[in-house]
């Protein structure tokens, strides 16, 4: 179960964010009310939510995820991949230290983003992407280890993020799409096939048995109901055009 999660209200400066999308630049306005639904579906799921302020400086401080893991027993905060995004780091290193969460943090030549990171129970799952290395990735092997957690390593092909492609729903239930469908490692949990058409909704959020998907992806949406999850459906469009999801605005523990 999770009671809290932290967010950060997207800057002005948000429209000139990392993009690979192709779908435009976003609009602000309409992002600044989707992060107000989403602030209000994380609290319909019963978490009290951490909001931070937003930061001219940093166009995609927005996707907070990336800059911080949060574990049971620590919170470990990341070396973004992204030059642009290092300075992300040190406001969320205050906010958990304002929580009096134990604060550890991966050093270069490390880079993470925990976008790359998928919690099962207390293994960690940790794609290998073009922001997160291999020495990121075994730094934080090793400060899991020293919790009594573990982490496993996944080379990813196309994808920005792991969680680009794979949500974890708990109950052994992966919602996967593309390369994740047949990759070995996932092969022991129960797949939701997400439909190419859809590839964008398998980034959803699993939040105490309810499931944050993104509005307009009915077929991924009805195959997450069938196996039972209440959904909360919230518009992440302008996000989109950043390449974020759903689970890239906030941090949940
Ligand atoms: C970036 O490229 O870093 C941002 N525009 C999007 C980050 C999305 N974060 C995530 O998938 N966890």
């Given at each position: 179960?999770?009671?809290?999660?932290?967010?950060?209200?997207?800057?002005?400066?948000?429209?000139?964010?990392?993009?690979?999308?192709?779908?435009?630049?976003?609009?602000?306005?309409?992002?600044?009310?989707?992060?107000?639904?989403?602030?209000?579906?994380?609290?319909?799921?019963?978490?009290?939510?951490?909001?931070?302020?937003?930061?001219?400086?940093?166009?995609?401080?927005?996707?907070?995820?990336?800059?911080?893991?949060?574990?049971?027993?620590?919170?470990?905060?990341?070396?973004?991949?992204?030059?642009?995004?290092?300075?992300?780091?040190?406001?969320?290193?205050?906010?958990?230290?304002?929580?009096?969460?134990?604060?550890?943090?991966?050093?270069?030549?490390?880079?993470?983003?925990?976008?790359?990171?998928?919690?099962?129970?207390?293994?960690?799952?940790?794609?290998?992407?073009?922001?997160?290395?291999?020495?990121?990735?075994?730094?934080?092997?090793?400060?899991?280890?020293?919790?009594?957690?573990?982490?496993?390593?996944?080379?990813?092909?196309?994808?920005?993020?792991?969680?680009?492609?794979?949500s974890?729903l708990?109950?052994?239930t992966l919602l996967a799409a593309?390369?994740?469908l047949?990759?070995?490692?996932?092969?022991?949990?129960t797949l939701l096939p997400v439909d190419?058409r859809e590839a964008?909704a398998a980034?959803c959020?699993?939040?105490?048995?309810?499931v944050?998907v993104p509005?307009?992806f009915p077929e991924t949406k009805h195959l997450i109901e069938e196996k039972g999850y209440?959904t909360?459906?919230?518009?992440?469009?302008?996000?989109?055009?950043?390449?974020?999801?759903?689970?890239?605005?906030?941090?949940?523990?």
């Amino acid at each position: 179960m999770f009671t809290t999660a932290m967010v950060k209200i997207p800057c002005k400066n948000l429209v000139n964010g990392i993009s690979n999308a192709n779908l435009g630049k976003p609009d602000y306005s309409l992002a600044l009310a989707q992060h107000t639904r989403y602030r209000e579906a994380l609290e319909a799921c019963g978490l009290e939510v951490v909001v931070l302020a937003a930061d001219e400086n940093y166009p995609d401080s927005t996707f907070i995820e990336d800059t911080c893991l949060v574990t049971p027993h620590c919170a470990i905060i990341t070396n973004p991949g992204a030059e642009t995004r290092r300075g992300e780091i040190s406001s969320v290193k205050k906010a958990m230290e304002a929580l009096g969460l134990t604060v550890e943090a991966i050093q270069a030549p490390g880079t993470l983003d925990a976008g790359d990171i998928m919690m099962v129970g207390s293994h960690f799952l940790v794609g290998l992407s073009l922001r997160t290395n291999k020495n990121g990735f075994e730094q934080l092997s090793s400060l899991l280890r020293k919790y009594g957690m573990t982490a496993a390593a996944v080379p990813l092909t196309t994808v920005l993020h792991l969680k680009t492609g794979i949500s974890y729903l708990e109950n052994n239930t992966l919602l996967a799409a593309g390369e994740f469908l047949n990759k070995p490692e996932f092969q022991s949990f129960t797949l939701l096939p997400v439909d190419e058409r859809e590839a964008y909704a398998a980034n959803c959020v699993w939040i105490n048995d309810r499931v944050l998907v993104p509005m307009g992806f009915p077929e991924t949406k009805h195959l997450i109901e069938e196996k039972g999850y209440t959904t909360i459906e919230v518009d992440a469009s302008e996000f989109r055009k950043l390449d974020g999801g759903l689970s890239c605005l906030s941090l949940r523990f």
